[in-house]
Every structure is written in structure tokens, then in C-alpha cells.
């Protein structure tokens, strides 16, 4: 497949496309880790985490993105960190984060702290999922197969991308709980013939991308001209019956009626990735989707898109609790995962900070990332008052000029 976005007539993009699992309904993961905020130990395959030296780990995010940004070829590092346009939008997801604060309450005995949430028949051990990210192996020879190790170790539910350069046999083997991101193609076999691949693989939820009728152009790529995957790397989820590869197509003629088409072609559960709109919101209820996921692809689409924290009360109250509602785009600390939740999200999804992870230490590395949002979680959960997302209600939550 070709890479980035669309810098090509026809191409797919780059980050585009993805891939989805099968799914039994509704398994369960608990993890480890489950009760209790407590962060085990990291370290599964990788290598040291020594972003800031070969003596301590990475305290935050940013330091994970630091050393990552010292070994990522400048090309891929920009490929992962990149968005559309002038990447406003991708600014102003942090942003909107640094203009809300929380408002905490205190003197409520909050010795016992649980931050386990169940979403879609899923058991997970904290309100942080990895969202769908296409191409690990720029990241990591282990690719996707490394995060899905993370993701399983911590307790939470990798979405794996249609873009993987895994095949998703193998990254199911490496331990679940897996749901799958779909890019609908224009040809409706093949695309149930991918959601049958990801059933039979054990994905438990489908993730429908829906912002994306056609790519973003993300002119980071245009300038490092990164238009193609290296040789040897490929879309592994998008080979046909006859075992070629096939590229990922936006389809620009996505409308309501294939999402009905999907709602008959399997029993997984659908979620919808990408609405910011709550007349989208109210629409998807009534097309009997199972969950949404507030999203502007982390910027990558549409530049100029309001930042998915703006938008999410809206959704919030268009939905009225009759589906769960996700948030990604810029969530980088605890803080960020309570406010989001206390503004109505049944839980988050992280993008950049899985990749710099990856391209550290492999699955320690991303183990160390959902490590660190978790502790992050807790503590931040403590000092507001709160012994977990229950607890977490929008009188919280207030908004500032600025950050
Ligand atoms: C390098 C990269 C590749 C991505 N690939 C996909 C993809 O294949 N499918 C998809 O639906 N979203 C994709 N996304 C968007 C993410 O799922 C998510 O919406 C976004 O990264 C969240 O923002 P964050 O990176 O600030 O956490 C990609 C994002 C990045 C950064």
C-alpha cells in the first residue's frame, strides 16, 4: 500500500488504512493490573527505556516522544507526528485539554481506587484503550505483534488499524483484547471478506472510520517524498483470496447506507470513528450502531476540525447515554483522561504516544506508555477527589480562556 496520504493520485495514505478483527461477542479482558491502580512492572521485550539516559525511564509522554524522535528515521518520525494542513487541528486537541481545569473535591476518602471500565462486554483495567495507528513496523521490526503484547499485558484493547503491517493472526496471538479498525472499501466482498479475517482472528468490535472519504494532505510527507512503505513492509490485513495486496481506497461515496450494509454483514459490534457532529451522533443511534469514538483522526483529516475535546459535551448530550461515546486526540496525561471522562467519555483512546513508545522499546516501550497513564490516572483521580470514573461528573470540570 502506499503510504501516506494520498500524495499520490490514487494512493491510500498513508496512515490510513487499517485493519479489523473478528470478534466474539464479548469477551473480556481483564488484565492484569485490575485492581488497583497499580502499575506493574513494564518490560516485555525491549529494550531499556532509557529516553533521557540509560539510568531512569521516561517520566512522561513527551520524554517518550523525545527519544523516540532520536530514532525514528526524520521521515517517519514526521509520518507519525504529522497531520493535515497547516496542523491546527492537531494543536488544538492538547490545547483544548490546557483549557479545561479541574475543579476538585476533597475530603472524601479516596484510599480505595478502581479504575477498571467495561465497554462493550469488554472488562478492561483502566479507561485508556490504543487507538488505531497504521504501519508499527516503522516503528519497530516486532510491529504490531509488540503493542498487542503491551496492550494485553496492561490490560486494555489495542484497536488494531487496517493499515497494520502485521497480519492480525498474529497479533491476536499475542493476546487480546483486539477490535479492529475498517476503512469500508468500495468493493463490498472484499470488505466482507476482511471482517470475516477479523471474526475469525478473535476481534471482538469493529471500528469504522468514517472522516476519511478521501485523505488528508499532510504535507510533511509530501516534503520528505514518503509516498510508499519500504520494501518488505505491506498492508498484511488487505490481501485477497489470491494473496495480493490489495491498496486501501477511501471511498468518497461512504454514506449511511453502508454502515447498514455493515450492521447486516456481522454481530460484532460497530463503532464509528470520526463523528464530531451531533446530528451525525443522533444518526448513528438510530442506525443501531453499538458505540462512537469522538475523533478527528488526530488532525491527520480535516485541518481546521474542532479539537475532539470541544466537541464531545455535544455528543455527549445528542446520544443521551444510549451508546458508549470514546474521545481521542491529544491525551498525554491523567489529567487529560479525567477531564475527557468527566465531560461524558466512557473512556479514551491514545495514538502518537503508542507509537513513540514502540520505537523506544518495543512492547516495554508502550507498556511503559499505558504504565505511565495509568499511574498518571490514579493520582490524578485522588487529588480530585474521586475513587474512579463513576465519580467523575462535568461539575469537575471548568473551562479557562487559556491554558
Ligand atoms: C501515524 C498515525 C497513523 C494513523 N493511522 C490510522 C489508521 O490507520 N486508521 C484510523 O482510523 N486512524 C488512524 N490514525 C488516527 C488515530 O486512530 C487517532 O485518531 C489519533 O492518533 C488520536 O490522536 P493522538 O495521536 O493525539 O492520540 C492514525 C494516527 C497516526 C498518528
Redesign the pocket.
Known amino acids: 500500500m502506499r503510504p501516506p496520504n494520498g500524495a499520490t493520485p490514487h494512493g491510500p495514505a498513508l ?4 485493519l479489523d478483527g473478528p470478534a466474539l461477542d464479548g469477551p473480556v479482558l481483564d488484565g492484569p493490573a485490575l485492581d488497583g491502580p497499580a502499575l506493574d512492572g513494564p518490560a516485555l521485550d525491549g529494550p531499556a527505556l532509557d529516553d533521557t539516559g540509560p539510568d531512569r525511564p521516561a517520566l512522561n509522554l513527551a520524554e517518550v516522544a523525545a527519544g523516540a524522535r532520536r530514532r525514528l528515521d526524520p521521515a517517519h518520525w514526521d ?2 507526528a504529522g497531520g493535515a494542513g497547516e496542523e491546527r487541528t492537531v494543536r488544538a ?1 492538547e490545547a483544548a485539554f490546557t483549557r479545561r481545569v479541574v475543579v476538585p473535591r476533597v475530603l472524601r476518602d479516596v484510599r480505595r481506587r478502581d479504575l477498571r471500565v467495561s465497554l462493550l462486554g469488554s472488562r478492561i483495567s483502566m479507561p485508556v484503550l490504543i ?5 508499527h513496523r516503522l516503528a519497530h521490526p516486532a510491529g504490531e505483534v509488540a503493542t498487542a503484547r503491551a496492550a494485553a499485558g496492561a490490560g486494555t484493547i489495542m484497536v488494531v ?3 497494520a503491517t502485521r497480519p492480525v493472526e498474529e497479533i491476536a496471538a499475542a493476546g487480546g483484547p483486539l477490535w479492529f ?1 475498517l ?1 469500508l472499501q468500495p468493493d463490498l466482498d472484499f470488505t466482507a471478506s476482511v471482517v470475516r479475517r477479523v471474526e475469525a482472528a478473535g476481534c471482538t468490535a469493529l ?1 469504522v ?1 468514517v472522516d476519511s472519504p478521501v485523505f488528508g494532505r499532510r504535507e510533511r510527507d509530501l516534503r520528505h517524498r514518503f509516498v510508499d512503505l519500504p520494501p518488505g513492509l505491506v498492508c498484511e490485513n488487505m490481501r485477497d483470496a489470491s494473496g495480493r495486496v490489495r491498496e486501501i481506497g477511501m471511498d468518497a461515496g461512504l454514506d449511511w447506507a453502508r454502515i447498514a450494509w455493515l450492521r447486516e454483514v456481522t454481530t460484532l459490534p460497530i463503532l464509528l ?1 470520526g463523528v464530531l457532529h451531533p446530528a451525525d451522533a443522533a444518526l448513528a443511534v438510530s442506525y443501531g450502531v453499538d458505540g462512537l469514538l469522538v ?1 478527528n ?2 488532525g ?1 483529516q480535516l485541518d481546521g476540525a474542532i479539537a475532539t475535546l470541544d466537541a464531545l459535551p455535544a455528543v455527549v448530550a445528542a446520544v443521551g447515554g444510549r451508546l458508549p461515546v470514546l474521545l ?4 498525554r496525561r491523567g489529567t487529560d483522561v479525567l477531564v475527557a471522562l468527566a465531560l461524558g467519555a466512557s473512556a479514551v ?5 503508542v ?1 513513540w513508545g514502540l520505537a523506544v522499546g518495543g512492547a516495554a516501550g508502550v507498556r511503559h506508555v499505558l504504565d505511565l497513564l495509568r499511574a498518571d490516572l490514579d493520582r490524578a483521580l485522588a487529588l480530585a477527589g474521586a475513587t474512579g470514573p463513576a465519580d467523575l461528573h462535568p461539575d469537575l470540570v471548568a473551562t479557562v480562556a487559556c491554558g
Open positions: 496512515d490510513g488504512p487499517v509520518f507519525f486537541n487507538a488505531p495507528t497504521a504501519f488499524s487496517m493499515a479498525q476503512y471500528v472510520t470513528k475523533s483522526h488526530g491527520r481521542d486526540g491529544g491525551v483512546l491514545v495514538g502518537r504516544p507509537l
